[in-house]
């Protein structure tokens, strides 16, 4: 297997230079959350004390009372042990990106489900809330890890339910697990202090592209005393083709869509599969050939060198073997990544799956690796090696992970406050986002000189004024509604964005 270069700690984007802690567009997402759990419940410390954890804790500041980190995103502790909620992120691309919509829980690693235009057309199955929540640790997002320091191998999954912590127990041995929710960003993070791992996934949808794309970060950090080897399988457990609509199909007749599905290659490599059913599948005198796909790109993060892409695995019997439930890697149990890169795969008539495949990576004490995938879709599987070039281009990840943050506060701009309380900042823009958005943002197209701006653009003929990301009601609680992202330019979509808590 290849060997890949090793990105520094501290340069995978867990820092962004020139952070205003009045920036406060950056916490939005978290105020309204903040008001409904501060009613709902108590947010409680866990407790329990041993030698690891004293050693890597005597490093840390009080994180375990921090409501806001240095982003301005709010932090929820023991995410996966409190009272459930559903949230997504934005759907803004700005106004020359295509957007996608991206829906994550407080379960699992945390996104639920994705796709573009609508729940008719997903990547990952959209599924209501109270389904989500059950089945988000499963058939979403999943990383197995086979470490090895010294004579002993342990093969484990970050973020597993098995593993969740139960608030009023002492917890000891158990992962301490953190989410942070961004205006336009999501994080989970596990740090596991028997296995010496600390394990972070980072979303964000990315914006300004002439294609679309849910972006994944997946870096695993050394924080024991020796050095340790990494194989892992990183990715979704569940990847839907495209095919037409296929939202009513996956939960009404799931079996019989099977045998349209298929995955395809754009080369000769594992490295860019392409997901796509043969045709769209529906009850019509016409045959349509089905030409897009979903793509699965996944690389080694360097912020200095070109990245070499990972193969990628899309048979789940590799990775699952027999174990149908998905709730342990039956297949990677019994043979090694290598020997699952090496094998033979199938993805015709069944379900598939996307996992990024890291054979082997050495981290010293402190080390970090970060694994970047984008999930998208293109009209044609020609498409792929172009957006695969791009996209593993040097500094492409993180410069998209910072415009991604920056943007969201540029739209908000025009009502920047600047109070002795930074909440009371950050509440006047999510108020002026939520409620601007309902509507959409006005831009002016059009002959704009001098004498137009003086003009009310309503009544001036060489004038048309277009509202950008409109949008109407629509998430996991109220799976009653057919929200609506265009996938083009200027999109205007048609979703609220809301947290929800039970």
């Known amino acids: 297997m290849t060997s890949y270069q090793k990105v520094p700690s501290g340069e995978n984007g867990d820092k962004v230079e020139n952070v205003d802690r009045f920036a406060s567009a950056k916490r939005y997402g978290g105020l309204i959350f903040l008001a409904v759990v501060v009613t709902a419940a108590v947010l409680l410390s866990p407790t329990g004390s041993t030698e690891a954890i004293e050693e890597f804790t005597a490093f840390i500041p009080d994180e375990d009372t921090k409501l806001f980190d240095e982003y301005n995103r709010y932090v929820l502790h023991d995410f996966d042990a409190k009272p459930t909620f559903a949230g997504f992120l934005p759907g803004v691309a700005g106004l020359y990106g295509k957007p996608l919509w991206s829906f994550y829980v407080n379960r699992g690693q945390g996104v639920a489900s994705f796709g573009t235009q609508s729940k008719e057309f997903p990547i990952l199955e959209f599924n209501a809330a109270n389904k989500a929540y059950q089945l988000t640790p499963f058939i979403g997002f999943r990383s197995f890890v086979q470490a090895t320091r010294g004579d002993s191998t342990r093969i484990f999954e970050p973020f597993s339910p098995k593993n969740s912590r139960i608030i009023g127990t002492d917890n000891i041995g158990l992962p301490k697990r953190t989410q942070f929710i961004g205006t336009n960003d999501m994080e989970v993070k596990e740090v596991d202090y028997e296995n010496g791992l600390t394990t972070t996934a980072k979303y964000v949808v990315l914006p300004e592209e002439d294609f679309g794309a849910l972006i994944r970060r997946t870096t695993f950090t050394n924080i024991g005393l020796d050095s340790v080897t990494l194989s892992a399988l990183d990715g979704l457990a569940k990847m839907e083709p495209s095919g037409g609509k296929l939202d009513w199909g996956l939960k009404n007749m799931g079996r019989t869509l099977e045998g349209w599905m298929g995955v395809y290659h754009a080369d000769d490599t594992l490295s860019m599969p392409f997901y796509r059913m043969s045709t769209e599948p529906g009850d019509s005198a016409s045959v349509k050939i ?213």
């Not at 890169?341 to 004490?365: C, H, I, K, M, N």
């Not at 109070?419 to 059009?446: C, E, H, S, W």
Request: glycine letters at 6%; proline letters at 5%; charged letters at 20%.
């Open 290 to 502: 089905e030409t897009a796909g979903h793509y699965c790109i996944s690389f080694i993060e360097d912020p200095e060198n070109d990245a070499e892409l990972l193969p990628i695995i899309y048979d789940s019997t590799k990775v699952f073997g027999q174990n149908t439930p998905l709730d342990m890697p039956a297949g990677l149990i019994t043979s090694s990544v290598a020997d699952i890169v090496s094998s033979t795969q199938y993805g015709d008539a069944r379900t598939s799956s996307a996992f990024a495949a890291v054979d082997s990576y050495t981290l010293l004490p402190g080390e970090s690796v970060t694994i970047a995938s984008f999930y998208g879709k293109t009209d044609d599987i020609a498409n792929v090696p172009k957006i695969a070039e791009k996209v593993s281009s040097a500094n492409y990840v993180q410069s998209k992970y910072v415009r991604a943050r920056t943007l969201m506060n540029e739209i908000t701009a025009s009502v920047t406050t600047t109070t002795a309380n930074p909440l009371f900042d950050g509440a006047v823009k999510q108020m002026y986002m939520d409620n601007g958005l309902r509507g959409g943002l006005p831009n002016i197209l059009g002959d704009v000189d001098e004498k137009s701006q003086m003009s009310n653009a309503d009544e001036d003929p060489r004038l048309k004024v277009y509202h950008t990301f409109s949008r109407i009601h629509g998430d996991l609680e109220r799976d009653y509604n057919a929200f609506m992202i265009d996938p083009t330019y200027y999109s205007q979509v048609s979703y609220l964005c809301r947290l929800r808590q039970r």
